[in-house]
């Protein structure tokens, strides 16, 4: 632990097996003294020796001399050695070669697919004559999760039959592999089947396999027969994944959406009353005896956060800031991990920094949400001024990862224990349910310290486009118009920032037990479940790319967020002669476009303009823009009037000759550029609608005859 750094270690304190190794030690070291042992025993009960295991006793000068452990290194072995190996239940065949994928993003937006209305739907009749060219048993050898293996039962990379045989070779064992059975019906045309989550019968929707054997400029089709849901985005353009190794060697190109003739439809393979649904597709490989992947969203696996989480404990500056410690096991025995990123405390300020808390992956199947984690931390963890600026203002607590053994073996929403993480947050089965467990056990001791201002939960969504938050709306806490306000402040401010992908700002309400959960901790400002469509593009940093993950634009919403809560508005001057004295923030954040300017200061009042470039000048705020709205006074307590200057008039004018009523959405905007709240727009307008009636009844009985 830094001396010059505030830790909290919210780590799991199970014994490792280092731990026990030690403990096997000083018990031969203390064996050949009873009643030293005895004694010993004696002083180590509470409250002078707490019962744990990072205290260790030492025999020095006659006495003996308590010390700390030292402070476990990351993944648990010398950060100088391997990188913890994942584990896999004991029964799950694993080959023994490693699969990697190179990181690329495309030049261009990738276009959607457009139906022709000539699209098959290929219907397979059960037929024995069909050849079965893979299937994959070894997942129901048991009923239930019994003990894991590391790298799982090692196996051999399947091979062709011989050289002649034109017929492709299918493998999905290895990390977040999923594919159960493929039947060949024609000699270029297969069926396939995904395997549901483990030690389930349900929730096939992600798929991840290797094709091999192939032959270059023939047109192969592939159907996948066994989905669950009866929309997906495949029905509005959505294309399969493809990679080739040979195309990653020779042109750099990585994952890419390809296929035509796509359709996704319902067909005749339901049983016990429930439908099945297919996603069929056609497509031409570029290489022959090529090695090829397809997939349903691009592949974060476990071993990736791991070799991430390395670069970043090998980074001797990034790693001042950002400690990563094990927040738990999982049942598997793969390490959950929790990153505390904020700048080096030293001194009793300290407690005054709120909290912002993330989480991702949950679901193994919504692999997005990793990507726009990495988004996330690869600007937090940057130099620009506006991530230092961030780190100095708050602590983050993030969790790139729930649901590690999920990912590990390919399961689309469920861990190990054939449950729904998401759906346990209030279960008190620890054993089952750790990472859930250890995050509420973690956000309720981070509460005690200090105020948590967000909780974010990183998700993704197989039938909506785009970018979008839920918020816990539904809460006794959410009835004051305030707190109404405050809880779009945040989603809004993102889907300025990211017109392109955030799409729905305000956060409607959600039944997931998780958000809800987390929001009935009382000091909790807000909570928000961020989905993103699986249509979206790949969200990475790329210095080249021309797209800007939606996860580093998280950044610039919570920075102006705490700007909007955290500094003090100026007092408005009756006098319209009198100018404050005011240091603006030199540069506007665009909300017709969503650009920001690349180099925030901390602004004492934002400069904010709609759909134009450059500076409009300073806009004086009012000083009630902070404040709560009350309860409407009584009729005898006269409120203060808002008095607004000539340039905010001049905006209000121009809404109010585009529209005299406008939505709730409307006012939020306009509170937020103005500077003020909502219930003052409302009023405003409410006035302004009054002098326009009262203006027009006057033309009227101009015209009228005497």
């Known amino acids: 632990m830094s001396e010059d750094s505030e830790e909290e270690d919210y780590s799991d304190r199970s014994i490792s097996d280092d731990d026990e190794s030690d403990e096997v030690a000083f018990v031969k070291f203390v064996s050949d003294d009873i009643h030293r042992c005895a004694l010993l025993a004696d002083s180590i009960g509470d409250p002078f020796f707490p019962r744990t295991t990072q205290i260790l006793l030492e025999y020095q000068l006659g006495r003996w001399v308590p010390r700390l452990r030292e402070p476990r290194d990351l993944y648990g072995v010398s950060s100088s050695g391997p990188l913890s190996p994942t584990r896999w239940p004991y029964h799950c065949e694993v080959i023994d070669e490693k699969v990697q994928h190179i990181e690329w993003t495309p030049f261009f937006p990738e276009p959607v697919y457009v139906p022709t209305g000539m699209e ?10 069909d050849t079965v060219v893979y299937l994959a048993e070894d997942a129901y050898k048991e009923p239930c999760f019994v003990y894991s293996r590391v790298g799982g039962n090692l196996t051999s990379l399947k091979q062709p039959v011989d050289n002649c045989d034109n017929t492709l070779v299918f493998e999905a064992r290895f990390e977040s592999g999923n594919l159960q059975k493929v039947v060949k019906v024609a000699d270029y045309e297969y069926q396939l089947t995904v ?10 929707q992600w798929y991840y396999f290797q094709v091999t054997n192939t032959q270059a400029e023939i047109a192969y089709r592939f159907t996948i027969v066994n989905f669950t849901k009866p929309s997906s985005l495949y029905n509005r353009g959505m294309k399969p994944l ?14 890419q959406r390809i296929g035509d003739q796509i359709k996704y439809y319902k067909n005749n393979l339901g049983q016990d009353g429930h439908h099945s649904f297919s996603l069929t597709w056609t497509f031409q490989f570029p290489h022959s005896k090529d090695t090829c992947y397809f997939a349903h969203c ?21 790693s001042k800031f950002c400690k990563i410690r094990v927040l738990c096991h999982t049942l598997a025995r793969n390490m959950v991990y929790v990153l505390t990123i904020t700048t080096p405390l030293k001194n009793s300020d300290s407690r005054k920094r709120k909290a912002v808390i993330l989480t991702a992956r949950v679901h193994p199947g919504e692999t997005n949400s990793s990507w726009i984690m990495k988004g996330f931390l690869d600007y937090i963890l940057g130099d620009s001024s506006d991530a230092r600026l961030l780190r100095d203002t708050f602590i983050f607590k993030v969790i790139p990862m729930l649901n590690p053994d999920g990912v590990i073996v390919g399961n ?20 089952s349910y750790p990472s859930v467990w250890y995050t509420r056990n973690m956000i309720h001791r981070l509460m005690e310290k200090r105020e948590v201002i967000l909780y974010c939960d990183l998700h993704g969504h197989s039938r909506k486009q785009n970018i979008f938050m839920y918020g816990c709306d539904g809460s006794s806490r959410s009835k004051t118009k305030g707190l109404y306000l405050q809880q779009r402040i945040f989603p809004l401010m993102l889907s300025k920032n990211c017109p392109n992908k955030c799409t729905d700002h305000t956060p409607a309400q959600t039944s997931h037990p998780g958000e809800v959960y ?59 002669s009198t100018k404050p004295n005011l240091q603006m923030y030199q540069g506007t954040l665009t909300l017709g476009t969503g650009t920001v300017h690349p180099r925030h200061q901390i602004p004492l009042s934002s400069s904010v303009s709609s759909g134009s470039e450059g500076s409009q000048g300073p806009m004086v705020s009012s000083d009630k823009c902070d404040q709560q709205v009350q309860p409407e006074a009584p009729r005898k307590q006269r409120k203060d009037r808002t008095v607004y200057s000539q340039e905010q008039k001049l905006l209000l004018q121009e809404r109010f000759g585009q529209c005299m009523d406008p939505s709730l959405e409307e006012h939020v905007e306009l509170a937020l550029m103005i500077g003020v709240t909502e219930y003052e727009i409302k009023i405003w307008f409410k006035h302004q609608r009054a002098k326009y009636k009262q203006k027009n009844l006057w033309k009227i009985h101009e015209v009228l005859p005497e």
């Open 120 to 129: 098959i739907e290929p219907v397979y009749p059960n037929s024995k004559e």
């Open 195 to 204: 395997r549901p989550d483990l030690f389930t019968n349900k929730h096939t």
């Open 242 to 255: 493809f990679y080739s190794e040979k195309e990653a060697k020779i042109h750099n190109i990585g994952w």
């Open 298 to 318: 691009y592949p974060y696996t476990y071993t990736n956060l791991q070799e991430y989480l390395s670069g970043i404990n090998s980074d001797p500056v990034r």
């Open 412 to 431: 689309y929403r469920c861990s190990l224990a054939g449950r729904d993480l998401n759906r346990n947050y209030t279960s008190l089965l620890k054993e």
């Open 518 to 576: 987390q929001n009935k901790l009382n000091s909790m400002d807000f909570v928000v479940l961020v989905d993103d469509g699986d249509d979206g593009e790949k969200e990475r940093k790329d210095e080249a790319g021309p797209l800007i993950p939606p996860g580093m634009r998280m950044q610039s919403s919570l920075q102006r967020h705490s700007d909007h809560e955290r500094i003090p508005r100026p007092h408005v001057s009756p006098d319209p």
